[in-house]
């Protein structure tokens, strides 16, 4: 038993060093950054943020500043990946001139992810947890308030988010452990097909509901009466960081996907694909839950309860709700699921670079270490319910740092980092970023690139940062 353990863990060797994996396909690195990208964030988060701040008008600015900011950075991310074939901290070390420590700033990196997968993955159990109570008919004729019941329950009892984190872990580091070819970008397009597919029977769906029309101009026609209400300034505020954070870019997510790339294609072109698949995905979501608030009544302004407590009550009086409400978490299993798997891909590849590992023990052993890392999230609703920090739980504390520090500190070094000449340089970065066929970065932005995009994004660190 001990061999066998050890065989697994270890694998042939140790110290081997193996040839990088690759894309089988354009499609599949695509659809596997984009599924990075795509998860809780634009499909939970979008909507209810939308609903705060106005509807269409805030629409209209996220998707501005989607181009302004998202785009470049993402650009940015991918490629020192390509460049530099390797995982963040080796590309720090290849691209830096010698005797430079931009490469500390990795780990760093590499620190975040490991701290998002540590409430990532309470909250994709959440999701699974409620496509299975809506799949056994937990939600079947029962009223809005036991609705309420059902969501407070889930979170007292420890057992079951247990159960749920757990199965999202293991197959997570299942999929991963056959590799990149055969594993996540296989499985990024199956689950990435069946995402899209799910979509459109659901917006079909919400379309055909009695109060559609009423959502539909909420969401999709700008209404300047809405800034008296919030105000401009938070409107602006609330729409760049959404764009911001919806590509999960900052702290390398998508940085190892680069370096899995070929160099046919520039990667303006490719970063644009995956913020339009990402921004439809956010886009379709609202059109999925507007109509369906407007037309039962619930509030577009809900915030963060609206997936758990209030579309629930929604599906509970729908004809056949029973199945909309299982297709919809079905959905939105797989878009965290989609994000959980790049991230773990993310891990593996970290350590198969820095520390010589096969992607065998790789796999064990961070799956072991994320899931007892992820422990104090998912007691922090229960048993650990009374550690608060500035008011907030452990799972608003990780998330509060990875959010507001991580992501918008760790772009401001990317940037950095891409644009002067005391890092890779602005000619270098640009020159790997246009190679093959598509979208040109102009030679011309370097003005935006070191001047303007950093107040930007200074603008969301501090507004982060302050007591709201």
Not at 57 to 84: D, Q
Request: glycine share 10%; aromatic share 14%.
């Amino acid at each position: 038993m001990y061999n066998i353990i050890r065989k697994i863990i270890l694998g042939k060797g140790t110290a081997m060093r193996m040839e990088r994996e690759s894309f089988k396909s354009r499609l599949g690195f695509i659809l596997v950054s984009a599924g990075c990208a795509i998860g809780i964030g634009n499909i939970w988060k979008f909507p209810y943020v939308a609903g705060q701040n106005g509807g269409g008008l805030f629409v209209v600015i996220y998707l501005v500043f989607l181009v302004l900011m998202g785009i470049p950075i993402l650009t940015m991310e991918l490629s020192m990946g390509r460049a530099s074939r390797k995982s963040i901290v080796g590309a720090y070390k290849t691209l830096e001139k010698k005797g430079q420590k931009w490469h500390i700033h990795g780990w760093f990196c590499i620190a975040g992810l490991y701290l998002l997968m540590m409430y990532y993955t309470t909250v994709s159990g959440w999701m699974l947890d409620y496509f299975w109570k809506f799949g056994a008919g937990a939600f079947e004729g029962i009223s809005t308030e036991a609705a309420d019941d059902i969501y407070d329950k889930m979170l007292a009892d420890p057992l079951e988010m247990l159960i749920f984190m757990a199965i999202i872990i293991v197959l997570g580091f299942l999929v991963c452990s056959l590799g990149l070819k055969k594993g996540i970008e296989r499985e990024s397009k199956v689950m990435m097909i069946c995402l899209l597919g799910l979509i459109l029977v659901l917006v079909v769906n919400s379309l055909t509901l009695s109060g559609a029309a009423e959502g539909l101009r909420f969401y999709l026609l700008p209404d300047f009466s809405s800034i008296g209400k919030t105000g401009l300034y938070n409107v602006i505020s609330a729409a760049m960081s959404q764009a911001f954070f919806t590509l999960s870019v900052g702290m390398a997510a998508m940085e190892i996907f680069g370096s899995y790339m070929s160099k046919d294609n520039t990667l303006t072109g490719e970063a644009i694909r995956i913020t339009a698949l990402d921004t439809f995905v956010a886009l379709m979501s609202g059109l999925i839950i507007f109509p369906a608030c407007f037309s039962f009544g619930v509030t577009p302004e809900e915030g963060p309860s609206l997936i758990f407590v209030a579309l629930p009550k929604i599906f509970i009086n729908m004809p056949l709700g029973r199945i909309w409400g299982a297709l919809f978490f079905l959905f939105m299993s797989f878009a965290s699921f989609s994000t959980v798997t790049a991230v773990f891909e993310n891990m593996i590849a970290n350590c198969m670079d820095n520390f010589g590992w096969p992607r065998r023990k790789a796999t064990v052993l961070n799956g072991i270490f994320i899931f007892v890392m992820s422990l104090p999230c998912m007691l922090g609703f229960n048993v650990l319910s009374g550690v608060k920090l500035f008011g907030m739980d452990i799972l608003g504390i990780e998330d509060f740092l990875v959010s507001n520090l991580i992501l918008p500190v760790g772009a401001l070094i990317f940037l950095l980092f891409c644009t002067y000449r005391f890092g890779w340089g602005f000619d270098s970065f640009t020159a790997e970023a246009n190679t093959g066929k598509g979208v040109k970065m102009k030679h011309g932005s370097v003005f935006y690139f070191k001047y303007i995009l950093p107040i930007l994004l200074a603008f969301i660190l501090v507004n982060g940062l302050i007591p709201k």
